[in-house]
């Protein structure tokens, strides 16, 4: 009998130290993040930033091109916290954006972020994704190819394929050309193809014609036609010389004479300025009362034609 009450003992308390250990695993497992672990992709990530921060900056100014980084270099956006980790061996919890600002401004050869804690969220395209190894993220960074080239953005010297090198559209001069946004759309111009929002893409203004639209400046007035909203200086904005309203002002020639309207100080070759012309793209109406600009009659309804203006 003894035996009997020894046994049933010595089963309930390995019956209540079995539960135990089940209950601490189970809060272990909620409360101890991921191992960190080694990630090549994490280092590129992070390495990349490092071109878009200056110890000299303030903190809103790192942490603003760190943000645009993520999202137009690689198209994410960490759900913090993540856990990263160090070539030390050290692991830091990143609580969000700032603090991962400091840590990439902070970078030097000598300390810098090898790893990741695996699984973690990301924001890309609208949506919450898991990543659950290396191979994923490398394949998320690697998809971020703004102009569909082959090549993602980290990797690519001219992202939108525009033409023009991304360190080109450095406009401002700061040595920065992520935080250039020539149109004030949120997109910077080295991921913009229309960077002055004119219509017109940032390509089809290299009016020269030799692949590089950052020498082209129809009017002279310091500003590429691709970041000039009115790129001949007529008065009237490149978007308003659309004629044909396509959406893109650099296939309207509206007098036949190979420059286009937006490049054109008289489109309609009436001998009017567009700028001075009620009737620039020669569509026959005339918004002053008088009959049409590019006939030679009465433009202003003064009484006067104008073929009879110089005598």
Do not use: W
């Not at 137009?72 to 061996?89: I, S």
């Not at 810098?112 to 609208?126: C, K, L, R, W």
């Not at 080239?149 to 990797?155: L, M, S």
């Not at 620039?280 to 006939?295: A, C, I, K, R």
């Amino acid at each position: 009998m003894k035996n009997l009450k020894f046994t049933l003992l010595s089963l309930v308390v390995t019956l209540a130290t079995i539960s135990c250990t089940n209950d601490q695993a189970t809060v272990d497992e909620q409360l101890v993040p991921e191992q960190t672990t080694e990630s090549a992709t994490a280092r590129t990530v992070t390495q990349s930033l490092t071109s878009h921060v200056n110890t000299q900056s303030s903190t809103v100014t790192n942490t603003t091109n760190v943000e645009n980084g993520m999202q137009f270099d690689f198209c994410f956006d960490f759900v913090y916290p993540v856990t990263l980790l160090y070539n030390n061996g050290t692991d830091v919890i990143v609580n969000g954006v700032d603090d991962l600002a400091n840590i990439v401004a902070s970078t030097t050869d000598a300390l810098y972020i090898t790893g990741i804690a695996f699984p973690f969220d990301v924001t890309s395209n609208g949506t919450v994704q898991t990543i659950k190894d290396e191979a994923e993220f490398q394949t998320l960074i690697n998809s971020c190819d703004t102009d569909n080239d082959g090549t993602p953005n980290y990797q690519d010297a001219d992202d939108d394929g525009d033409g023009i090198a991304d360190v080109d559209e450095d406009v401002d001069g700061d040595g920065d050309y992520i935080n250039d946004d020539t149109d004030g759309d949120g997109t910077p111009n080295y991921v913009d193809t229309d960077s002055d929002n004119d219509g017109a893409s940032d390509s089809s203004e290299d009016a020269n014609g030799d692949g590089d639209a950052t020498n082209d400046d129809t009017d002279g007035d310091g500003t590429p036609d691709y970041l000039d909203t009115d790129s001949d200086n007529d008065g009237v904005d490149d978007a308003n010389e659309d004629t044909n309203g396509d959406g893109d002002p650099s296939n309207d020639d509206t007098d036949g004479d190979g420059t286009p309207d937006y490049l054109d100080t008289d489109s309609d070759d009436d001998g009017i300025p567009d700028g001075e012309d009620s009737d620039s793209n020669g569509s026959g109406s005339d918004s002053d009362g008088g009959t049409t600009d590019n006939d030679g009659s009465d433009t202003d309804n003064d009484g006067s034609s104008t073929t009879g203006r110089n005598g």
